[in-house]
């Protein structure tokens, strides 16, 4: 199984700034990995698939990079409602598997 | 608009079963792969299950495999997760999810269902 390591657990950020959220893999997953954002009580929300593709409707705010096992979620000019759980997914070999999640709060 | 539907979730003893219902709208079922991902209280997300669009394939996560049964009726736009062997550490939300397809293959989530709670205990 593949595990994915996110880091840091928590960030703390100013909004107007930019926050930077790492994914780290155990082995390559090439670049099928997936970022999602979830807030308290609902549901996750897709918003970058492949690495660095924006899924339909997100932001040009949020930006994905990154291949093998090293990635990164950049969000740009952070607004309150950025404020959440983000999570990594990785489809490189099932199972399919999530990291622990990084949560983003106000500074 | 797609829309996803569960039901089906409750308190169950342990060791009892039960059976998810995910109704699916707004988009061409069959075409798509559908997967189950579920959430303990205060904790992170774990891929369940996924089912190819035509219901030939099934994946299961190494928790569930031999416990969880994943199927679809595609006539009813409606995917099922039959659990059985239910065991406190299965407590969770279970959601519903939208499954796109790369080369062949289940990939990411694009759309999710707001999720059902089951809870394991006596």
């Known amino acids: 199984e593949i595990v994915l390591t996110q880091s840091p657990a928590t960030l703390s950020v100013s909004p107007g700034e930019r926050a930077t959220l790492s994914c780290r893999a155990s082995q390559s997953v090439s670049s099928n990995l997936a970022w999602y954002q979830q807030t308290p009580g609902q549901a996750p929300r897709l918003l970058i698939y492949?690495?660095?593709n924006r899924a339909t409707g997100i932001p040009a705010k949020f930006s994905g990079s990154g291949s093998g096992t090293d990635f990164t979620l950049t969000i740009s000019s952070l607004e309150p409602e950025d404020f959440a759980v983000y999570y990594c997914q990785q489809r490189g070999s099932w199972p399919f598997t999530f990291g622990q999640g990084t949560k983003l709060e106000i500074k | 608009e797609v829309q996803l539907l569960e039901s089906g979730g409750g308190l169950v003893q342990p060791g009892g079963s039960l059976r998810l219902s995910c109704a699916a709208s707004?988009?061409?079922?069959?075409?798509?792969?559908m997967s189950w991902v579920r959430q303990a209280p205060g904790k992170g997300l774990e891929w369940v299950s996924s089912?190819?669009?035509?219901?030939?394939?099934?994946y299961y996560g190494d928790s569930v495999k031999g416990r969880f049964t994943t199927s679809r009726d595609n006539s009813k736009t409606t995917v099922y997760l039959q659990m059985n062997s239910l065991r406190a550490d299965d407590t969770a939300v279970y959601f519903c999810?939208?499954?796109?397809?790369?080369?062949?293959?289940?990939?990411?989530?694009?759309?999710w269902g707001k999720g059902t709670t089951v809870t394991v205990s006596s």
């Open positions: 089912i190819s669009g035509s219901g030939d394939s099934t």
């Open positions: 707004g988009f061409s079922f069959s075409s798509y792969a």
């Open positions: 492949d690495a660095s």
């Open positions: 999810a939208k499954t796109t397809y790369s080369s062949g293959y289940p990939s990411h989530v694009d759309v």
